[in-house]
């Protein structure tokens, strides 16, 4: 038994299921990362790339409803480092969030361990990265949140489940990339696109040099795949597709929708989608799987496609000619929008409980407060180029905002950020931040001036999207919102020249970040935070307590107890250590009754 132990628990992720059945507990899943630099060339060029034990794109969480789950995370790169999840809402526990406004960055050469509950959700998410741009060097992986066995899932059991990253691509690192955004410039065209952190398929000789390493997809004949398709780039659209093969759209972000069949998608910055894509082609040759820019120059960005190959058991060839073909028109606005509004929720399917998504009915709410913000091309503001909402730029504070409350700190930020774009204001910096009313219904109108595609997230909460068109938004503007069946999700697309309405039920007390999804845009500014705060709660009844092991920072560092730098260790010493940490930890849960995985 101990020799199982001492195996199991050296493998590079150790994953423990506690079921704790005498407790009446939900389960828990225990991960160990250690977070650092792997050098790749995924477009043929080395450079360094962020890893997850030493692989990149870093391994998925796979879980289900209401499962706790303990993240230890190991800094090892040479710079602070938050990991935030993508669209989990940490439900009365901001303080898991990963993002500066929430939390101290853990420092170079320290570990800090993240628990939190996936309370009341299902679906498709992903972790990443969080300050300085690092998303753009990887560190992501995959969130899969499955449904508990008493809850009906509205498709019959797929044959597999595949996660697939896609996102633009550049072969400079990350901190070159911020180095030419605090020197004023922009970062351009990407050098290509990666799918599952790999460059893409020798297609064309003149576009892709010899040599790449590319994804293969295996399949079996015959079968049904659930595949769940992340962006999880810096700034670009992609159109998704896969050759021969219908794609039936049946969830995103956490929502079941109606069952639709698309030949491609956009998926835009952090969006994920999922599908059921069936396997039933002669299998003459592979199939490609591409991921192309959108919104773009088609003939300045061709090669800006990720390439992958679906290769059936049987297949008798490689796949050859060209690509199949994105939609006709790439400025086409109109095509891609309406495919936007086509995603409609699905009011029939239970999610994480067994009642019928469609029993909220969002259209009977009265909303309480309501925000339109406005985001435009980035500007110069005290001599430094900056991106912002509402003439505001925001900058994270040394102390984050929820510390700050928690301690009393003054002075940190101010709830007086505009609920309308100020007239004839100039823009400038600040840390003011938006006053929620804590079971209220909000309403968030972003209105992209911009002349390139954004992506608005919000953290903590699943929003309702229920409006977008080009122009001006306007009050006359709701008369068109989807009154019914809009998604709820947590990343909505905003076209150049446009608006996008979602509405949003503040029952999760936290400090929660609103932001762009594309990189360049968030570390220039483009954010804001919303405070929810309920007045009544004296006992951590609607907000969990302050976690013993918070780091402090700012304003707070003198409460802070130092750590040992771990990655200073001699690399036998840090394995032996870890390994005998593992075996430690594995022998107390199996005694209590744990059944240990490994994933």
Request: glycine share 10%.
């Amino acid at each position: 038994m101990w020799r199982a132990l001492a195996a199991a628990a050296a493998v590079a992720v150790v994953v423990v299921v506690a079921a704790r059945p005498a407790a009446a507990t939900d389960p828990y899943a225990f991960f160990d990362w250690d977070v650092g630099y792997v050098t790749a060339a995924p477009l043929g060029v080395k450079q360094q790339v962020i890893g997850i034990n030493g692989k990149f794109p870093g391994p998925t969480v796979n879980i289900s409803t209401n499962w706790n789950v303990v993240v230890n995370v190991l800094n090892d790169l040479d710079e602070p480092l938050l990991i935030t999840w993508n669209g989990i809402q940490h439900r009365k526990n901001c303080w898991q969030d990963g993002v500066l406004g929430t939390n101290c960055p853990i420092p170079s050469g320290w570990n800090w361990t993240y628990e939190f509950q996936v309370k009341d959700q299902i679906g498709s998410f992903f972790y990443f990265p969080s300050t300085g741009l690092q998303r753009a060097a990887g560190g992501y992986g995959g969130v899969v949140v499955n449904n508990r066995d008493v809850i009906a899932v509205p498709f019959g059991r797929p044959d597999g489940d595949i996660t697939i990253f896609i996102g633009d691509w550049y072969n400079k690192n990350h901190t070159d990339l911020r180095k030419m955004l605090d020197s004023g410039k922009d970062l351009g065209m990407p050098d290509g696109v990666l799918i599952n952190g790999k460059g893409p398929y020798r297609y064309n000789d003149s576009l892709v040099p010899a040599g790449i390493e590319y994804e293969t997809i295996n399949v079996d004949p015959g079968k049904t795949y659930r595949i769940r398709v992340h962006n999880v780039g810096t700034s670009t659209s992609l159109n998704f597709r896969i050759q021969g093969h219908n794609m039936v759209l049946v969830e995103t972000e956490g929502s079941y929708t109606t069952q639709q069949n698309y030949t491609n998608l956009d998926v835009h910055v952090g969006q994920s989608y999922s599908f059921l894509v069936t396997t039933d082609q002669n299998a003459s040759s592979d199939y490609y799987v591409v991921a192309s820019a959108r919104m773009v120059n088609d003939t300045l960005w061709r090669r800006v496609a990720g390439v992958a190959v679906l290769r059936y058991s049987n297949s008798r060839g490689r796949a050859s000619g060209p690509l199949p073909d994105p939609p006709q028109d790439q400025f086409d606005k109109s095509f891609s929008m309406n495919q936007a509004r086509s995603v409609r929720w699905n009011l029939s399917a239970g999610a994480a409980r067994p009642n019928p998504q469609g029993s909220f009915r969002y259209s009977s709410i009265n909303v309480t407060q309501a925000y339109l913000l406005r985001g435009t091309a980035p500007v110069t503001i005290n001599g430094r180029r900056r991106a912002a909402l509402n003439g505001l730029s925001f900058t994270p504070p040394e102390t984050p905002l929820r510390l700050a409350d928690a301690y009393g700190v003054r002075g940190v930020y101010s709830l007086d950020f505009p609920e309308r774009p100020p007239r004839g204001a100039p823009p400038r910096m600040g840390r003011s931040i938006i006053n929620g009313t804590y079971r209220g219904f909000m309403e968030l109108i972003f209105q992209n001036n911009d002349t390139r595609m954004q992506s608005y997230h919000m953290d903590g909460y699943a929003f309702f999207v229920v409006g977008m068109d080009y122009g001006e938004w306007t009050e006359d503007s709701r008369g068109t919102y989807n009154k019914g069946d809009g998604v709820a999700r947590s990343t909505v697309q905003v076209y150049p020249g446009a608006w996008a309405a979602v509405l949003v039920s503040l029952d999760n007390v936290g400090v929660w970040n609103v932001r762009s999804e594309n990189l360049d845009s968030w570390y220039l500014g483009q954010e804001v935070y919303v405070r929810v705060v309920n007045p009544e709660d004296t006992g951590n009844k609607t907000e969990m307590a302050i976690p013993d092991n918070a780091l402090f920072c700012g304003q707070l560092h003198k409460y802070q107890k130092q750590q040992t730098p771990h990655h200073k260790m001699g690399t036998s010493a840090a394995a032996a250590a870890v390994v005998g940490n593992r075996v430690a930890a594995a022998a107390m849960l199996l005694l209590a009754g744990a059944v240990m995985l490994s994933p």
